[in-house]
């Protein structure tokens, strides 16, 4: 089958990591499949046999209109059309919709934000009236699958695949760290803002325990150093900055928090719980309820309650068997978010439409 992935580009960001796994999957199970981008930059690379197209010129200011054109002259050719377009992020899922109407082309929109989540005008017009003439939207939570079934989408729900190799632990012996990771230019999506307040009097109270955060972005950064010397901790907070080695800072350490204001499916969870960690998570809108059930797999706390949240992370500091029991109930959690698994759903949908 030929499978084209549509994003707009490669950049450092949860979605663009999906469609590198789901491409170079797609490709290693007999798919003839190509990745196209409408801009720089290219941070993910997929494997050497899946085809790469970049739309990147053109004299068209506009980004919606440039990108739209290179995409049709692309397909203008028949040889060039593929059985199924999956467009990524909600603006490009737009332009797939339009080209796949224009020249009968399948298409399976994948969106990767919950529908609450603030979008410009284009982003809102997608949303409410052009996901109707997809020939298939996933989704990643069940609350956004009931907003879009209202609008007559033919919707279904497509989990994050978990991106690493489950880490075999023999004995816990871990260094005493709390982890975060993400784009720290995102702070206020991200909650970083809010977490060195959370966290600050948690250090204080355990000395021998750090905080490492792990992203790039030199204004976040700025603006979280700024934060962690008003709160006095800068001696118990490391800013590790972007790394390719996230699965082995994650297998070191002992807790993973997430204090985001809003997400998706946030495959940062189903990783650190791959790799053992004894995760605690606000329960924000969508996203981590669907991945943790409190106090088996991990911790939740109410939206936005940063002393339930200090609380629940001195708990676990303190507790070292809870740590381990949640670690281990975290693994035993992820089968559904294996890569196989959720290809399988995606073979169920061309099924479907083609």
């Given amino acids: 089958m030929k499978v084209h992935f549509l994003v707009n580009s490669l950049v450092a960001g949860g979605a663009e990591r999906v469609l590198i796994l789901l491409a170079n999957y797609f490709e290693e199970q007999g798919q003839d499949v190509t990745i196209i981008t409408f801009n720089e930059p290219e941070v993910f690379s997929a494997n050497k046999n899946v085809k790469r197209i970049r739309l990147h010129g053109g004299k068209i200011k506009n980004h919606m209109v440039r990108s739209t054109k290179n995409l049709a002259s692309l397909y203008f050719k028949k040889k060039n059309r593929p059985d199924v377009l999956i467009p990524f992020m909600t603006q490009t899922n737009l332009i797939g ?47 956004d699958k009931k907003f879009y079934k209202s609008k007559n989408v033919n919707v279904h729900i497509m989990p994050n695949p978990s991106t690493f190799s489950v880490f075999k632990e023999t004995e816990r012996n871990r260094k005493k760290l709390i982890l975060a990771v993400g784009d720290l230019n995102r702070y206020h999506h991200k909650g970083f803002d809010n977490l060195i307040p959370i966290i600050a009097p948690v250090l204080k109270k355990h000395s021998d325990w750090k905080l490492k955060l792990v992203g790039g972005g030199d204004e976040g950064m700025s603006f979280i150093t700024n934060l962690v010397e008003k709160h006095n901790i800068a001696d118990q907070v490391i800013f590790e900055g972007y790394s390719t080695e996230v699965a082995k800072l994650m297998s070191e350490s002992e807790i993973y928090i997430m204090t985001s204001r809003f997400e998706g499916l946030p495959m940062v969870l189903l990783e650190a719980m791959s790799q053992g960690m ?77």
């Fill in 97 to 143: 919709i339009i080209i796949g109407k224009l020249y009968g082309i399948k298409v399976v929109s994948a969106e990767h934000n919950n529908h609450l989540k603030e979008i410009n005008s284009i982003g809102n017009f997608t949303r409410n009236q052009a996901y109707k003439y997809t020939d298939a939207l996933t989704v990643l939570t069940g609350f």
């Fill in 278 to 354: 004894a995760c605690i998570s606000f329960d924000c809108k969508t996203g981590p309820s669907d991945i943790i059930t409190d106090s088996k797999n991990g911790i939740l706390i109410e939206d936005q309650n940063f002393d339930a949240m200090s609380n629940g992370l001195d708990q676990l500091i303190n507790n070292p068997e809870q740590r381990k029991e949640l670690a281990a109930n975290g693994i035993n959690s992820l089968d559904n978010f294996k890569i196989d698994v959720i290809y399988n759903k995606y073979l169920d949908i061309f099924e479907s439409i083609l």
